[in-house]
């Protein structure tokens, strides 16, 4: 009942905010949600990390600018075997921007991303099996289960965006808490992730986890069609189960370098050392991350195109194994209202990361799989709002060691709601 209602209030605000008057309309263009670079117009550069076109100083042209952006999933979860849970989530996120140009060369911005999943999903997370990382407010660790992201601050980051020339650009900022520079683009950011209300379970080898971290401090150089970013921070995950925002000593680094071949083809790479980054389990001192991504858009005619990103992420002692590979292929067959997509994810896990018994190394890899198939329709656009309607179906696949826990190769399934919008204000 908390969820169902926390739910609806989350629904009801973000719609509220999404709706503008018609004067509003006319002055403030809605932009496409989600974006591509071909989006972004002659006052705008595009942002590979938040996957999204952000305002670029242009001289002679000062700017003030709001955007607000969200998506809100709302559901029921079924799952089979003896691990399995039924219950009804959201998932969800706000975040809203707001900027000005100093002078003809630098944007400053303030970008704020807010969640309330604390609140709405279950005190045991969001059931999705072979999923694991951080502890709840029992300092029990999640199983089979994504944790909620920091509520409701999942990030808050401080910019200033510099003009080189006609579209190179030097970026510096700083996050109490935010994104680093390492991993893809985040799963709630990329085309063929925001579709999809499950988080990738390779989330935290080697993928997601970066996204959201302490004390961020960071810079990217774009020259032409190449990036390269760096960043510092507090190595130490944050507890998804508290309302803080604590400051940490940067300990860490982390480097990503981003190649554009057109607006419709492009690769990432990274690398990360993190310090520390279990406060719960002091033995573990350090942890190396490694990513590498690729992401395509093929228009397939006037009204279908298939977006595709493939992922690999690794991590080196991480709860005490070390080394853990994790692959993740997804696509997504969009028109204007039918959307077919799905993931297929190939990772390892170990069985004590599960709290499998087994007779072998329990903190050595184990490979597993899962398929999921979804599709969603949306049922109405409304004033930068698009409501959709979406199923999905996911089949895990996994060794005999953890098959006899699980009753076989389960197989789970969900039904959403599925609301998302973006805004823009020039102020």
Partial sequence: MRCTKTYLFVLLVTTSLLKATPDEMAMNPTPSYPQSPTDCSFMQ???VGMNMCMPYPREGMPMKMAMLSGSVYGGYIAQEGPRGHDAW???????????????????LNVDLMMTAEKWTLPNSGYPL??????????AMPFIDAQHPHSSPLMGLTLSDTIRLGTDDALKFFFAPRGETTDGPIAFMHRVTGMINPDAPLGHHIGQDVGHVTSTVIGGSLKWGSTRIEASTFHGGEPSPTRVDLPLGTPDSIAIRLIQEFTSDHRVMASGAYINQPEPSAPDITNEWRYSASTYDRFRLSETWTLHHTLIYGAVTHYDRATWLN?????????ASRSNLWGRLEVLQRTPEELEIPVAGDANSGRWVAAFTLGYTYYLA???GATLGLGASITKDFLPDEFASSY?????????FLHLKGMRMWDL
Wanted: hydrophobic residues 40%; charged residues 20%; without cysteine.
């Fill in 45 to 47: 550069i595009w942002d």
């Fill in 381 to 383: 656009k409304l004033d």
């Fill in 326 to 334: 994790s692959l993740s292929e997804e696509f997504l067959f969009s």
């Fill in 407 to 415: 009753g076989g190769n389960p197989w789970s399934g969900k039904l």
């Fill in 89 to 107: 989530v959201s998932t969800n996120m706000i975040m809203a921007d707001i900027g000005m140009s100093l002078s003809d060369r630098h944007y």
């Fill in 129 to 138: 099996f072979l999923q694991i990382g951080e502890e709840n407010a029992q």
